[in-house]
């Protein structure tokens, strides 16, 4: 059956969810080592901006681009992806949600899957069932959840942490307490303050009824189910791009009317901000022929010397980086008229 849950926001509780067990099995010992290889999970589906950060650099997500332990999956409001756990399901994963791929291995015989949700929500669907020393969880916050076969989601927002299961049985747990199975068709909520996990009550008609429920229920094809993907991020040197601003000072209408400008100026602040004084700039700065596929850092700074500075907001789309410092500059919208070298933009980029 397919279910869903509200979507949620970043929030302070913590869970650790599991099926069918209530810590990492371990390994049984035998004579002849079996090699550990990394797992080769992949994304199904892309669907708008999502993000990839990978050693702390951020790269678009593509269509069937492979995923590693450390990985950071990290959705916008409009956007949404799916990952394939080759043999065994698939997790979507909601917009605005952020997802730690904090272990991914395969020994051959078994696999081990240890999810972290930062912020937002999941669901997934395990079509194959997890036994022996196999191991697949998410953690959110404090709370663990853990599986051997199973369709569940996990939602974490200030409020707590939401466990909703639709098939099987899911063990919910906080820290290293006693799990509490959370059964077929029933949901639960670890609030902050908890320190036990509360008794789960039946899913509602709208419980059910929830779109990303639905879709993240869905069961795989065989042929989805065992492909595999080879496909890479793009990887190459990075490249250093500085932007000057000269002129281009925060300082604009009212109290102090700076250089002239008063609250009317270009159409008002924001716009002038944006278009008129150039704090943001969606450019391309790399070498003919190649665009830009990720960045290791945006930030904004003021003046020379010692400088304020801060983070700028950045995305990478259709090869080009766009880098925006309206938020640092309006800091400094109200001070004395005395800049001279305006707000400067930087970014580190990957080309390709």
Known sequence: ???????????CAALVLTG?????????????????VTYAPWLRSVSGDVTIKR??????????ANLQAGDEIITQATSTADIIWPKYGHTLIDSNSTLDLSTSVDSGKSITEKLTLVSGRIWTRLQKTIGGDSYFGVIASNVSSVVRGTSFGVGLSSDGVTIKVTDSTVNVSIGNGNPTPVQELTKTTV???????????????DDKADSFLLEGDTLLSDEELHATSSDALPVSPPVSITWNQPQA???????????????????????????????????????????????????????????PQGSA????ENGKLTIDCTEFAKQFKTDACTCNNGITLHAVVQCQ
Request: hydrophobic share 30%; proline share 9%.
């Open 1 to 11: 059956m397919r279910l869903s849950f509200p979507l949620f926001a970043a929030g």
């Open 20 to 36: 069918c067990g209530t810590a990492m099995p371990a390994s049984t010992p035998t004579k002849t080592a079996q090699p550990i």
């Open 55 to 64: 050693n702390g650099v951020s790269s678009p997500a593509t269509k069937k």
């Open 191 to 205: 609030h902050p303050t908890d320190t036990q996990v509360p008794a789960p009550t039946v899913m509602s008609v």
């Open 249 to 307: 000072c925060p300082q604009y209408g009212a109290p102090n009317n700076c250089y002239g400008t008063n609250d009317q100026t270009c159409g008002g602040y924001d716009k002038w901000a944006a278009s008129c004084a150039t704090f943001v700039w969606n450019i391309n700065p790399c070498a003919a022929g190649q665009n830009v596929v990720g960045y290791t850092s945006a930030t904004c700074s003021y003046e020379t010397g010692v400088a």
């Open 313 to 316: 907001k950045a995305t990478v």
